[in-house]
Nanobody, 123 residues
């Protein structure tokens, strides 16, 4: 199992930026594709972004494409989510997770999850 801890959330005005971090410990971090997901109040958890084991390949939900950027530094066992041009609809708890079955956006294919970090965007 990989243990994950997210940080970097907070309150920001619309149009602002935040950078989330996800620190991993336990089994070899660089073996896994990593994903970011979010869950807004009253809504289901949804996919945000995905990065492969090396960091060379990324994928994004249409709602964040062009505004968010996922990256990773395997030497630091950390994955990041840079969020720019934030909108009130980005308000949610953001989670990072390890993909158990390769390249996937399916929540059920993710094995280890962090506790989440709250992002609130005011209008």
């Amino acid at each position: 199992q990989v243990q994950l801890v997210e940080s970097g959330g907070g309150l920001v005005q619309a149009g602002g930026s935040l950078r989330l971090s996800c620190a991993a410990s336990g089994r070899t971090f660089s073996n896994y594709a990593m994903g970011w997901f979010r869950q807004a109040p009253g809504k289901e958890r949804e996919f945000v972004a995905l990065i492969n084991w090396s960091g060379a390949i990324t994928s994004y939900a249409n709602s964040v494409k062009g505004r968010f950027a996922i990256s990773r530094v395997n030497a630091k066992n950390t994955v990041y989510l840079q969020m720019n041009s934030l909108k009130p609809e980005d308000t949610a708890v953001y989670y990072c997770a390890t993909a158990s079955t390769g390249w996937t956006r399916v929540i059920g294919d993710y094995g280890s999850w962090g506790q989440g970090t709250q992002v609130t965007v005011s209008s």
